[in-house]
């Protein structure tokens, strides 16, 4: 439908045809209810899932950059071993005080140095343990989620399935008919629909309140809904209204109970009298 052809459009079929879309809307709302809090249960386990994983590259380069300091701490080790051994063989041959003190304090140089070294190690190979056991922990812990997360999809994929052409009939049908409404108005609804609780953008009057936040409706702003002649929403919550019967809904007006007659002062005497 041209642009031109939608600003034709009475109000009262820009209104019946947002009905008929909230309808429909509607029903594709009550098929993703069926699916219940599947959906959000398995972006949940995804989520979990890349937490885990993340955590594990984490534990493998922690664990890679660990290995790389021991292998430097046991080069170290080496090297001062190396040092000592010499240091110590040329002890035997000093001259003087002089080159005996020098010695000295290099061999406790390379002591010190070798000890922390060693250190080093031990606490490195003791975070290694401690990660190698949050690691496992991690693993068993994503093995549980992935399996959690087959499950639930599976059981979403089946529910899916059972409605996706019933589902995918009924958005083919809204898709038409958004068309044929102003890109405005249908802003505006799927705006209202939105902040609404219950998805409902259009709502009939019923029992003289909103149909969505039950609020009373004056009456003159009734005849105003009922007049069909501009766009009203409520005052209360936003929501386009529409009168009953736009939207089909047949009003059974209740019974007056017919006051019985009241008689006269004479016909009461009389009737006492005969």
Known sequence: MARKALNEVSIEEKLKTLYELQKILSEIDSIKTLRGELPLEVQDLEDEIEGFTLRLAKYDEKTETLKAD????????????????????????????????????????????????QKKIRDNKHELERIAEDSRTCRQQLDERRGDLELKKSE?????????????????????????????????????????????GVVYVERDACGGCFNKIPPQRQLDIRMRSKIIVCEYCGRIMIDPELAGVKVVKPVEEEKPKRRSARRKKAEEQG
């Open 70 to 117: 021991i292998q430097t701490h046991q080069a170290e080790i080496s090297k001062s071993e190396a040092l000592l051994t010499r240091y110590k063989a040329q002890l035997d041959n000093v001259s003087n005080n002089r080159e005996y003190d020098a010695l000295t304090k290099e061999i406790e140089f390379q002591e010190l140095g070798l000890q922390l070294s």
């Open 156 to 200: 979403l994929d089946e529910i899916i399935s059972e409605h996706r052409q019933e589902e995918e009939k009924l958005r083919e049908k809204a898709k038409n008919l958004e068309l044929g409404i102003d890109p405005r108005l249908l802003s505006a609804f799927k705006r209202i629909r939105k902040s609404s609780r219950n998805g409902l």
